[in-house]
């Protein structure tokens, strides 16, 4: 069965430093992979997908993701960490039996100043 | 243009009452589907329309049901509510069903459903 992982629950990282994300999937054939953020009390913003080609991958807001099959992984990374990305993270795997997406139970970051 | 919009924002329910959650799709968007996101999980897939039809249903029981109008704005009803009913309703739209894992969702803001 499809799953997603996301093995850390809350990270906290001061203002500036950088970040990653893990995400671990599984999934039978070629995944499509998403990173979602939701800010408190708000719906899910995509950050960045992957389904194909470079397996680094560039989104929104100055954050990327790799895709690395071997380790089933797809990291969400960012260099300079701002006080406003203070949010929660979801990694997400589309392709469902029945076309949805499988989100993992996310990643809530805090930002230190 | 506008994006996803959910009504209500916020609801209050008694355990065995009724509720009906509203969404409407952005501009364009034939498809739609409803997600539970309880406290400190991820969402969890309930149904995706397209067309009006029901394209798919996860694990969740009868007391939820959907439908979707021309218009292809949809509703979420949920009968004989459960206070495990809780959570926040996120409705999210895509142009169609195939587009959706190769582009992701755009998801409204949800409506938070308390049952008390």
């Known amino acids: 069965a499809q799953s997603v992982t996301q093995p850390d629950i809350h990270i906290t990282v001061s203002e500036g430093a950088s970040l990653e994300l893990r995400c671990n999937y599984s999934?039978?054939?070629?995944?499509?992979l998403f990173w979602y953020v939701q800010s408190p009390g708000q719906g899910l913003q995509l950050l960045l997908k992957?389904?194909?080609?470079?397996?680094l991958v560039q989104g929104i807001k100055g954050f990327e993701a790799e895709f690395k099959r071997s380790q089933s992984s797809f990291n969400l990374r960012k260099p300079s960490v701002h006080w406003s990305d203070a949010a929660e993270y979801f990694c997400a795997v589309g392709g469902g039996s029945q076309g949805n997406l499988i989100f993992g139970k996310g990643t809530k970051l805090s930002v230190k100043p | 243009d506008a994006g996803v919009t959910q009504s209500p924002t916020h609801l209050i329910k008694t355990r065995g009452q009724h509720v009906t959650l509203r969404c409407s799709p952005i501009?364009?968007?034939?498809?739609v589907s409803w997600y539970q996101q309880v406290l400190g999980q991820g969402p969890q897939f309930i149904f995706q329309?397209?067309?009006?039809?029901?394209?798919g249903r996860g694990n969740f029981p009868d007391r939820f049901s959907a439908r979707q109008f021309p218009n292809y704005s949809s509703e979420l009803n949920v009968n004989a509510l459960l206070l495990g009913d809780s959570a926040l309703y996120l409705c999210?739209?895509?142009?169609?069903?195939?587009?959706?894992?190769?582009?992701?969702?755009?998801f409204g803001s949800g409506t938070r459903l308390t049952v008390v």
């Open positions: 992957y389904f194909s080609g470079d397996t």
């Open positions: 999210a739209s895509s142009p169609n069903p195939g587009q959706t894992v190769f582009y992701g969702y755009t």
């Open positions: 501009s364009g968007h034939k498809s």
């Open positions: 999934y039978g054939a070629t995944p499509y």
């Open positions: 329309y397209y067309e009006k039809e029901e394209r």
